[in-house]
């Protein structure tokens, strides 16, 4: 299995501590801009794989290292203008209503205010992917936290990602 091309600067998060309240060529180039904070990771997904150009099915994809609701949160190293929010998740195996909260903060993640809060039904082997585009007003991001919450219904279920880009 081939290695991502940049290393992507990142820290794993304990989740008590997350305030409550992929690079395209089109769009921000995450790993020269940002630092990813994530709960955590497999060993064998990292959230590398997130940001690796690559989202066709089959594609190298995150997976927490455990079950349960689970934050990745970018931290722009400058204040990015971000109007479009694109993502893909894929589940083959387990058939779960994920929850997902994208959520901005132009303080320096001081406080966050919600901008897309979606619900999934996967049901393996028929719906196995989905991807969003979420257009939104020009904003001026410090950070941008993806809160997953991966089976409403609290099956044991580990979140998962694909690909995340932002223009």
């Given at each position: 299995?081939?290695?991502?091309?940049r290393t992507l600067r990142k820290r794993i998060l304990n989740i008590s501590s997350v305030?409550?309240?992929?690079?395209?060529?089109?769009?921000?180039?995450?790993?020269?801009?940002?630092?990813?904070?994530?709960?955590?990771?497999?060993?064998?997904?990292?959230?590398?794989?997130?940001?690796?150009?690559?989202?066709?099915?089959?594609?190298?994809?995150?997976?927490?290292?455990?079950?349960?609701?689970?934050?990745?949160?970018?931290?722009?190293?400058?204040?990015?203008?971000?109007?479009q929010i694109a993502l893909t998740i894929d589940e083959k195996e387990v058939q779960r209503?994920?929850?997902?909260?994208?959520?901005?903060?132009?303080?320096?993640?001081?406080?966050?205010?919600?901008?897309?809060?979606?619900?999934?039904?996967?049901?393996?082997?028929?719906?196995?992917?989905?991807?969003?585009?979420?257009?939104?007003?020009?904003?001026?991001?410090?950070?941008?936290?993806?809160?997953?919450?991966?089976?409403?219904?609290?099956?044991?279920?580990?979140?998962?990602?694909?690909?995340l880009i932002l223009h």
């Open positions: 299995m081939e290695e991502p091309s305030p409550t309240a992929k690079s395209d060529p089109a769009g921000i180039d995450i790993p020269a801009v940002a630092t990813v904070v994530v709960t955590s990771e497999h060993p064998s997904h990292p959230i590398d794989y997130v940001f690796d150009d690559y989202d066709q099915a089959g594609a190298r994809h995150w997976v927490a290292a455990k079950p349960g609701e689970q934050c990745v949160i970018i931290d722009f190293d400058t204040p990015q203008t971000i109007h209503l994920q929850e997902l909260t994208v959520s901005v903060s132009s303080d320096g993640g001081r406080s966050y205010r919600e901008v897309v809060r979606q619900e999934y039904n996967f049901s393996p082997p028929g719906t196995t992917r989905e991807y969003e585009n979420w257009t939104m007003p020009p904003t001026r991001v410090s950070h941008l936290r993806l809160q997953i919450k991966p089976d409403k219904g609290g099956k044991p279920c580990y979140a998962t990602l694909t690909s």
